[in-house]
C-alpha cells in the first residue's frame, strides 16, 4: 500500500491536487514544475501489481523492483543510470521476548524522486517523513535528503537495539557468576544469534554509507555529504559496540563453561567421597556374608553388634575426613 506521497519544492511541501495515491499526477506536477521539485513516496509491503505500477511511474529498474519486494537482502548499494537503489535492514528490539526482530527498507533514488518500499512491521517511517519536513535546510538538498533522513533513523534505532542487547549482556554476565542455578549456555547462544543479526544490517551498510558521505554518488551534493558522514559514524560506533559485546560474550561463555566444569569437579569429589565411605561399609559387610562355617567371632554373642560399630565409626571418620578436606 501507498504510506504517503508528497511533492516539495525549497524545504517545503507542495499542495498538488488529487489524491495521495494518485502518482500519475503527482509525478506530471513534478514534471511540470520548476527545477528542484521531487516527489517522495513511501509504500509499506507493496504487492508486485502495485510495484510494477510504481515502477512503470518513476522508472524503476526491475532488478532493483524484484530486490524490493523480497526482504531477505543483504544491505547493498547498486546504480542503474541515473537510479541509485540502496537496501537497509530495519531492527527492532522485542521487549516481551527479549529479541531481535528484522524488517527491510529499500530506497530509489532519481533526480526528482525518491521511493520507500518497507517491509516489515516493528519500523514506521512517518516520524522520519514529520522530523525531516521540520528541517527545510536539509529537505531543499532534494531526494538525497530522504535517503538521509531514512538512513539516519534506520542507524539510530540500531543504537536503540544495542543498548538493549547491553542490558541483556550484563544480566547474563551476572547470572554466570550467581550463586544459584541458571540456564546461562542457552541464553547465551541466544544473545550470540541477536548478535550476528544485527553484524549482518551493520557490516554491509558500512561501504555504501562512505560513499554517500564522499558524495561519490549522483544527486549527493557536497552540502548533503555532511549529514551522511554524520550517518557514518554513528554506523561505525555501532559497529564498534558489536564487536565488543562480542568479545564480552565470549569471555561470559568462557567463563560459564569454567563454571560448569568446576561444579562437575565439585559434584564427581562429592560422588567419590561418598562412594569411598560406602565401599569400606561393603567390604565389612562382604566379608560377613559369606557363611563360611568356621569364621572368627561368628558366633560370638557380640560380633553383630560389635561390627555395626566399626561400621559406624568408620564411616564417621571418614565423613569428617572428607568433610574437611572440601569433598563433602
Excluded at 523480497?70 to 547493498?76: A, L, T
Aim: aromatic letters at 8%; charged letters at 25%; a negative charge.
Amino acid at each position: 500500500m501507498i504510506a504517503n506521497s508528497a511533492v516539495y519544492r525549497d524545504g517545503s511541501r507542495l499542495q498538488v491536487d488529487g489524491k495521495p495515491d494518485d502518482l500519475e499526477e503527482i509525478r506530471k506536477a513534478v514534471e511540470s514544475g520548476q527545477e528542484g521539485d521531487f516527489v517522495s513516496v513511501g509504500l509499506h509491503e507493496p504487492d508486485e501489481a502495485e510495484m510494477a505500477r510504481v515502477a512503470k511511474i518513476f522508472g524503476l529498474h526491475r532488478l532493483a523492483v524484484e530486490d524490493s519486494l523480497h526482504p531477505v537482502q543483504r544491505p547493498k548499494l547498486e546504480k542503474y543510470g541515473d537510479m541509485v537503489f540502496l537496501v537497509l535492514r530495519t531492527l527492532w528490539y522485542v521487549k516481551e521476548s527479549d529479541t531481535v526482530e528484522g524488517g527491510q527498507v529499500a530506497l530509489f533514488m532519481g533526480p526528482d524522486y525518491a521511493v520507500t518500499v518497507r517491509q516489515g512491521a516493528g519500523f514506521e517511517l512517518e516520524r522520519v517523513r514529520h522530523h525531516l519536513e521540520e528541517h527545510a535546510d536539509v529537505l531543499k538538498q532534494g531526494p538525497a535528503a530522504v535517503v538521509y533522513a531514512v538512513c539516519d533513523r534506520v542507524v539510530d534505532v540500531y543504537e536503540l537495539v544495542i543498548a538493549d542487547l547491553e542490558d541483556d549482556v550484563d544480566e547474563v554476565e551476572a547470572s554466570v557468576f550467581s550463586p544459584e542455578p541458571t540456564h546461562a549456555s542457552k541464553r547465551i547462544s541466544e544473545l550470540n544469534r541477536e548478535l550476528n543479526s544485527v553484524r549482518r544490517a551493520v557490516s554491509p551498510l558500512r561501504g555504501p554509507m562512505q560513499q554517500f558521505a564522499d558524495a561519490k554518488i549522483a544527486g549527493v551534493s557536497a552540502d548533503v555529504a555532511p549529514f551522511f558522514r554524520d550517518v557514518a559514524d554513528h554506523l561505525a560506533r555501532v559497529g564498534d559496540a558489536v564487536d565488543s559485546l562480542d568479545n564480552l560474550l565470549s569471555s561470559v561463555f568462557d567463563a560459564n563453561l569454567s563454571r560448569i566444569g568446576v561444579q562437575q569437579n565439585d559434584d564427581m569429589r562429592r560422588m567419590s567421597a561418598w562412594a569411598a565411605i560406602f565401599a569400606v561399609i561393603t567390604v565389612l559387610a562382604g566379608i560377613y556374608g559369606m557363611n563360611f562355617a568356621h569364621m572368627p567371632e561368628l558366633r560370638w554373642s557380640f560380633g553383630y553388634p560389635l561390627l555395626l560399630v566399626v561400621m559406624i565409626g568408620l564411616s564417621v571418620v571418614l565423613y569428617r575426613r572428607f568433610k574437611k578436606s572440601g569433598w563433602l
